[in-house]
Every structure is written in structure tokens, then in C-alpha cells.
């Protein structure tokens, strides 16, 4: 059973920058895909930015040009780095990894990220 837990959440002004980490507790390459999800107060979760093994990225649209995620192997961790950061990307931000064989996903405990002046 691997845990995924995210950091680096917290408080910062409109138009800063914060990045998030997702520490796996053992291997991510065997994760085909790992992803950033967020949801805010009264939202459904939604789909922030996916990182696939083979390093291809997708972003929603609403973070395209500001928000980078990346994954790092060797360390088992993925980075969500965003900048340019607005009051509406104020959320709970979670980690999730997918694995096929066997299949299994997974889901960090979340971050706060809280944009305002």
C-alpha cells in the first residue's frame, strides 16, 4: 500500500507563487499517471494538471500558462508549481496516482491553498 502525501500548501497574496509536493512512500515509476486535483468549498473536485510516465502534461484550462507539474522518480515525488496564483484557485489541492497492474489508485489526505490579500 503506498500513501501519498502533499506539502508546501498555506496562505500567499494574489499573484504569488507556491509550489505543492506528493512524497510517495515507495516507487512512483510504476504509476502510469499522477495527477493534481483541487476542490473548493461547495465545488466538485476537479481535475487541475496530470503527469504521465513518459513525462506528457494536461492542464485544465483555467491553469494553462501558470500552473507546472512535473514528477521526479528518483525522489517519488511530483511537483505542482504554480504561480500568477488568483483567489479562485483557493482549494483543497490532492495528490492521486493510478497503477494498472495490479490496478489500484491512490489519493493524498490534501493541502490547503488559500489565495488573498
Known amino acids: 500500500q503506498v500513501q501519498l502525501v502533499e506539502s508546501g500548501g498555506g496562505l500567499v497574496q494574489p499573484g504569488g507563487s507556491l509550489r505543492l509536493n506528493c512524497t510517495a512512500s515507495?516507487?512512483?515509476?510504476?504509476?502510469?499517471?499522477m495527477a493534481w486535483y483541487r476542490q473548493a468549498p461547495g465545488k466538485q473536485r476537479e481535475l487541475v494538471a496530470s503527469?504521465?510516465?513518459?513525462?506528457?502534461?494536461n492542464y485544465a484550462d483555467s491553469v494553462k500558462g501558470r500552473f507546472t507539474t512535473s514528477r521526479d522518480n528518483a525522489k517519488n515525488t511530483m511537483y505542482l508549481q504554480m504561480t500568477s496564483l488568483k483567489p479562485e484557485d483557493t482549494a483543497v489541492y490532492y495528490c492521486?496516482?493510478?497503477?494498472?497492474?495490479?490496478?489500484?489508485?491512490?489519493w493524498g489526505q490534501g493541502t490547503q491553498v488559500t489565495v488573498s490579500s
Open positions: 492521486y496516482a493510478l497503477r494498472l497492474a495490479p490496478m489500484e489508485n491512490y
Open positions: 515507495g516507487s512512483i515509476f510504476s504509476f502510469v499517471i
Open positions: 503527469c504521465n510516465r513518459d513525462g506528457t502534461t
